[in-house]
């Protein structure tokens, strides 16, 4: 999901109340130009719509090496398994928000339809296996039929199907999102095994609540204005932009509590809740997987949410919500900290913390802003301080649009307010409370003779929206590979220059009103840009490179997680320390286990990369095409491999009463191993000599981490510190003309690979 709180805010509606009483012939002559441009990405944002033409998929011929990421020889019994890598979170341009950042008022590079994803996948990323999970929301009867013929001609072309180059997944996302804690559930995308027309559901699952009611609206007046306003030399693609928002408000809900398999196959289908959307997908019966990401993005999750509400009841299935997506492009996931935003008091008010950690509040930005200003004024202390309260309040009661409270403030105002100071690449606005830290450690007591916990595995994935599959095995091109987006040059739209639209600074708050604001003016993407990253990766321990065994991998969970490079990681328990042991269980298992634990590690760098593209991706599709997938730059491994600089062990105890600290629960790192600088990486074993006598249950993961190299936004915000360590200048890197497009603002990271946990249960708790 990219800009998908700019593309369902509610708040847009006040603003536009003009299309329920202005016949679409005569908006040309009673529409303000601002109210003409601010329909224009109303339309985009409330719509649903994909690409004009679709030609299928290009020539796959040309076949990769089968065994191209195997393991290395002479290991375990679970080392013998190839390492295959893929990407479970891909968009083309079927989603509404890929569609918006395309156009030409976004200096976007136009469709990239299914057959971009199947043929970036193949050529540039050279992918083992990957999906497509273009939004529900837009996604008509019509798009998803082309969506499974896609796949399938994607896998025909693949070879044998025992032994394919490529394995391709169909699926969607289901988009939900909420204006408070109570009613945000997130986002989870839903992939199935099988791509026959008898093992896949008639239609997709979208996600409705509150955002539902900005799908309605008069298509022939969405149209009709589109065709009135769009700029000179562009107008066929605003036309085609139309034109598909009207296919897709033609087409009827769907009749409630009705069994799936007996509705319309030309009705779309919502589900509020994930109770109801397993509900739905449990009635089609077939392998499904259920994947949420993005837990931590506070773009769109309101500030102080937490991952509690989300293991209550239905809200979760452990059959077949096994997996959690720790990293993305847009941030990672992982990491537990225990400060918050806002705090939500007993009646539901969010109420703003104070600075704690080295983190420190936008809420409580706000209100030092407003006191700076009132002081600079001249007036009291005291007023001031009244001042700062207020303002305090009204951005924390604004939520995702907190920032529009302050009038006239600039990122270098907010400096690196709202984000974690020391999270490896953080979603933007982090919101600790729904890491998957936190979910690991939290227990719902609902049943306190069968207590429950989240048991995932850890992959990560791109959740590109240029059809750009597995986009993080190079560091470059940043308005490429990532979703920074906007116009190239000044006054091309003015509702999109926050600079030129901002308000005069003045010494008092204002609540937030969405009256009159445009979907670039609701939520704060000017800051957002600099966290947009290349995609991470989905790797499999798998005992072969066809469809049934890739699945199989998933479903058990011996899968781990990378922020991009091709890191090899082995993670196993043994049933006793030394060489002549054995593996008891792989990353992902779930174990009784009551003597002390001994684990193995591997890890071995990513390749380093060469220039350009190998011969079989120019041969494959071309240099011409190569150049419009990636720029003529492909996965193209060397004979080197980057080394891993250390091993980190991190260790979770579930809660056994609802009264602990999930701070106090989550050790990380519990034990930490440098390696030495060995291309042929790096091994290590443990031992927690503490589990018996604890009698508790306890979760272990580790983290593979690289020597420092360049990435694309590495330095986010770009602060420049002052002698106390705190953030006085920021240099963002935006998306649109106010830095240089050729840019790619890298600075130097660790990329990691995350193993998923190994979960072990003390047959009594004490």
Not at 148 to 153: E, F, G, M, T, W
Not at 458 to 480: L, M, V
Not at 504 to 524: N, T, Y
Not at 725 to 734: D, S
Request: glycine letters at 8%; proline letters at 7%; hydrophobic letters at 30%.
């Amino acid at each position: 999901m990219l800009f998908c709180t700019y593309f369902f805010s509610l708040s847009l509606v006040s603003g536009l109340d003009f299309v329920k009483t202005i016949p679409g012939e005569e908006l040309e002559n009673k529409m303000s130009k601002k109210n003409f441009l601010k329909l224009v990405l109303f339309i985009g944002i409330v719509s649903v719509f994909a690409v004009n033409a679709w030609n299928g998929n290009g020539n796959s011929s040309q076949s990769k090496s089968k065994n191209s990421n195997t393991t290395l020889e002479n290991q375990t019994q679970t080392e013998s398994k190839q390492i295959l890598f893929g990407d479970l979170h891909v968009h083309t341009t079927y989603s509404m928000d890929a569609y918006a950042i395309s156009l030409p008022m976004l200096n976007g590079e136009g469709a990239h339809p299914p057959k971009d994803a199947c043929d970036y996948a193949r050529y540039c990323s050279a992918l083992d296996f990957w999906s497509i999970n273009d939004h529900a929301e837009g996604l008509t009867p019509k798009q998803w039929q082309e969506e499974k013929d896609l796949i399938r001609q994607c896998n025909a072309n693949a070879g044998d199907p025992k032994n394919p180059d490529m394995v391709s997944f169909l699926g969607w996302e289901w988009t939900q999102m909420g204006t408070t804690v109570e009613s945000h559930y997130g986002h989870r995308n839903v992939i199935f095994k099988d791509t026959e027309e008898d093992k896949v559901p008639a239609r997709t699952i979208a996600a409705s609540g509150p955002y539902t009611e900005l799908f309605s609206g008069p298509p022939f007046v969405m149209r009709n204005i589109l065709k009135i306003i769009a700029p000179g030399g562009n107008r066929q693609a605003y036309y085609d932009f139309a034109d598909f928002v009207t296919d897709r408000l033609s087409y009827e809900h769907c009749p409630s509590g009705v069994h799936v398999k007996e509705l319309p196959k030309d009705c779309t289908e919502w589900a509020a809740t994930p109770a109801e959307l397993f509900e739905k997908l449990q009635q089609w019966n077939i392998p499904t997987l259920v994947i949420p990401h993005g837990n931590t993005w506070g773009f769109y999750t309101p500030p102080g949410i937490t991952y509690d509400k989300q293991l209550k009841g239905k809200d979760h299935n452990e059959d077949i919500q096994k997996l959690v997506e720790i990293y993305s492009g847009h941030g990672n996931s992982e990491e537990y900290r225990p400060w918050q935003e806002v705090s939500i008091d007993r009646s539901g008010k969010p109420v703003c913390n104070e600075p704690s950690l080295g983190f420190e509040p936008s809420c409580w930005r706000a209100g030092e802003l407003i006191r700076a200003r009132c002081l600079k004024e001249g007036d009291s202390p005291k007023e001031c301080d009244d001042k700062a309260t207020i303002a305090r309040e009204n951005h924390a009661v604004a939520g995702v649009s907190g920032f529009t409270t302050v009038p006239g403030a600039t990122p270098d105002d907010w400096g690196n307010s709202g984000q974690c100071p020391d999270c490896f690449l953080p979603a933007f606005n982090f919101r600790p409370g729904n890491s998957v830290q936190y979910a690991l450690a939290i227990t719902n007591f609902d049943n306190p003779h069968k207590p429950r916990n989240f048991r995932f595995g850890f992959i990560g994935s791109s959740d590109s929206h240029t059809a750009r599959a597995g986009n993080g095995y190079k560091e470059y091109w940043r308005k490429g590979l990532t979703e920074a987006a906007g116009p190239e040059k000044p006054n091309a739209f003015g509702m999109m220059e926050p600079a030129k639209n901002r308000k005069k600074p003045v010494s008092k708050s204002i609540p937030f009103s969405p009256k009159g604001l445009g979907p670039f003016e609701i939520m704060d993407n000017e800051r957002q840009a600099s966290f947009f990253f290349t995609g991470g990766l989905v790797a499999v321990h798998s005992k072969g490179r066809d469809r049934d065994s890739i699945w199989d991998s998933l479903n058990r969970k011996e899968v781990y997680a990378t922020s991009g490079d091709r890191i090899l990681l082995w993670f196993d328990l043994k049933n006793s320390p030394g060489e002549k042991s054995e593996i008891v269980a792989p990353m992902g298992s779930e174990i009784s286990f009551s003597q002390n634990p001994t684990f193995k590690v591997r890890a071995v760098g990513a390749f380093q990369q060469k220039p350009g593209c190998p011969d079989k991706s120019v041969s494959g599709i071309g240099a011409e095409r190569l150049q419009r997938l990636c720029k003529g730059e492909c996965y193209h491994p060397s004979s080197e491999r980057k080394k891993i600089t250390r091993i980190e062990v991190i260790r979770i105890l579930p809660q056994i009463s609802q009264n602990e600290s999930v701070s106090k629960l989550i050790q990380d790192p519990w034990k930490t191993f440098r390696c030495k600088p060995d291309p042929s990486g790096c091994e290590v074993e443990f031992q927690d000599t503490t589990y018996s006598d604890l009698g508790r249950d306890a979760v272990y993961y580790v983290r593979a981490i690289e020597e420092v190299s360049p990435a694309v936004n590495g330095g986010q915000l770009r602060c420049e510190y002052d002698e106390q360590g705190r953030c006085i200048k920021v240099k963002p890197c935006y998306g649109d003309y106010r830095t240089d497009p050729n840019d790619d603002c890298l600075a130097n990271v660790e990329e990691r690979a995350w193993s998923s946990p190994i979960y072990l249960t003390q047959s009594k708790q004490k």
